[in-house]
């Protein structure tokens, strides 16, 4: 398949989906090419348990807000999959998949985009692909002499697939504490949580609608300067979403400080101490996932791109959306990625005209 359009998106995701939304108002030609067979983005990845920082109704995208989940005051993960795939279906979004994006290339006064099934044309490109398909392994000593299993958070599912092991989780954040609190409830499961940091448990009736300004207040700060960056959460915190709050209150979630090395059975601190492990879980982040990027050679320091809000610097016809703080306030969320989408349409829709 080849095409000639105004604008494709790369990416079907809930940023992919916000930006085709203001697309579709400003009455754009455009496609969106998202790799998964399926509607959903990475939410059709994640763990069985995985529940949303914020009600429904604070986790929406624009336009459409998303209906409450029957029993669940913050909706799973196949609710947001329910949701994403019903926003695209109402606004008759074009999306194209599976379609795997290989490179992105100048072409005179256009960009070239070229996938696994043919080659679009564009004047301006959204880059909207995530996180989740890159994740970050810290480089610690005696992975490679670790006998037992390591997986990464977006190979986790259930806390079935580990009935009798020694499990470590590494992790200090909302996804390691998550992963921590369903082992740590499954009988048969010794689990052991480390953190490089002491963990921080927002206050119980602290969401993620608190996480979203406080993310919003420290960008406005950054752009004027100032070094109150202000708010007393960070989206480093941990959200107490009822299953990691029964753990915590129950006293399963005691956290240990980060080990120094793997050896072959387990894990070993700076003191000499160690404890047996037959899985290691590295709940440790990731990284955007830009590869398809690099034939513009725009690449910077720790895998980004510099940007003027969304918009590339070195390429004004490029716009990166929802890949964090650095893309727009909380624009990783489902509630953050409205306001950059928007903004970042209007610059193309400017440029196109």
């Known amino acids: 398949m080849t095409g000639v359009v105004d604008v494709v998106v790369i990416g079907g995701g809930q940023a992919g989906l916000a930006a085709g939304y203001y697309l579709r108002r400003k009455k754009l030609d455009f496609v969106i090419l998202d790799a998964q067979e399926e509607p959903g983005g990475a939410w059709q990845q994640t763990w069985d348990l995985l529940h949303l920082f914020s009600p429904a109704a604070f986790s929406s995208l624009p336009g459409r807000i998303m209906p409450a989940q029957p029993g669940e005051e913050y909706p799973d993960a196949g609710h947001v999959v329910e949701y994403l795939t ?12 599976p379609v795997r994006v290989r490179a992105v290339r100048r072409d005179g006064s256009r960009l070239r985009v070229e996938t696994d099934t043919g080659t679009w044309s564009a004047r301006a490109v959204v880059s909207a692909t995530g996180t989740w398909w890159r994740p970050f392994l810290p480089a610690v000593p005696g992975r490679e002499v670790f006998t037992g299993r390591q997986l990464h958070t977006t190979g986790y599912r259930s806390p079935s697939d580990f009935a009798g092991q020694r499990v470590v989780v590494v992790g200090g954040g ?10 740590a409830t499954h009988d048969g499961i010794d689990l052991t949580w480390v953190t490089q940091r002491p963990p921080r448990f927002l206050a119980d009736d602290i969401d993620g609608r608190a996480l979203f300004d ?8 950054l752009d004027e300067g100032r070094t109150d960056t ?24 005691k956290a240990q400080p980060m080990f120094e090395r793997l050896v072959a059975d ?6 000499g101490t160690s404890a047996p492990a037959d899985t290691v879980i590295w709940c440790t982040g990731f990284r955007p996932a830009l590869s398809h990027l690099a034939p513009l050679g725009l690449r910077a320091t ?11 610097v070195g390429e004004p016809r490029l716009h ?14 489902l509630i953050g990625v409205g306001r950059p989408a928007r903004d970042a349409i209007q610059q193309i829709a400017g440029l196109l005209d």
Do not use: K, M
Not at 86 to 97: I, K
Not at 215 to 220: D, I, P, S, V
Not at 266 to 271: A, P, R, S, T, V
């Open 302 to 312: 720790r895998g980004r791109i510099a940007t003027d809000g969304t918009r590339a």
């Open 214 to 221: 406080a993310a919003t207040a420290r960008r406005r700060a």
């Open 86 to 97: 019903d926003y695209e279906q109402r606004y008759n979004l074009p999306v194209h998949r």
């Open 266 to 271: 387990g894990i070993q601190w700076g003191d």
């Open 174 to 183: 909302n996804s390691g504490a998550q992963i921590a609190a369903d082992l």
């Open 320 to 333: 990166l959306l929802g890949y964090g703080d650095w893309t727009g306030p909380a624009s990783a969320t």
């Open 230 to 253: 202000g708010g007393v959460a960070s989206l480093g915190d941990i959200v107490a979403v009822p299953p990691v709050r029964e753990a915590r209150d129950a006293g399963l979630l």
